[in-house]
Nanobody, 117 residues
Framework: QVQLVESGGGLVQPGEALTLSCAASGFTFNTYAIQWHRQAPGKERELVAGISSNGNGNILYADSVKGRFTISRDNSKNTAFLQMSSLKPEDTAVYYC?????????WGQGTLVTVSS
């Protein structure tokens, strides 16, 4: 059974940091690229960051998070991470992990991040 389980969300104040985790099981994790997406209330889901299957290749970030967010992965633990710093209220959203290989894609259930004073 394929599973992607996000964790680490919560309520933080502006300027604070948070790290999200995405634990994978049921498929060959190190052959899939990983993306983090987010969906804010009333808005469409958007791509935040992506990393290649081996973690040493292409990494991309949305302009809105460049310099503040860092995506990484540990293939030995079948886990991906999104380190978020200098959080802003506009970063408030449900954050989703997505695993992709060709036409095959899996989504997690999401974890809520709320940035508010």
């Amino acid at each position: 059974q394929v599973q992607l389980v996000e964790s680490g969300g919560g309520l933080v104040q502006p300027g604070e940091a948070l790290t999200l985790s995405c634990a994978a099981s049921g498929f060959t994790f190190n052959t899939y690229a990983i993306q983090w997406h987010r969906q804010a209330p009333g808005k469409e889901r958007e791509l935040v960051a992506g990393i290649s299957s081996n973690g040493n290749g292409n990494i991309l970030y949305a302009d809105s998070v460049k310099g503040r967010f860092t995506i990484s992965r540990d293939n030995s633990k079948n886990t991906a991470f999104l380190q978020m710093s200098s959080l802003k209220p506009e970063d408030t959203a449900v954050y989703y992990c997505k695993a992709i290989m060709g036409r095959s894609a899996y989504w997690g259930q999401g974890t809520l991040v709320t940035v508010s004073s």
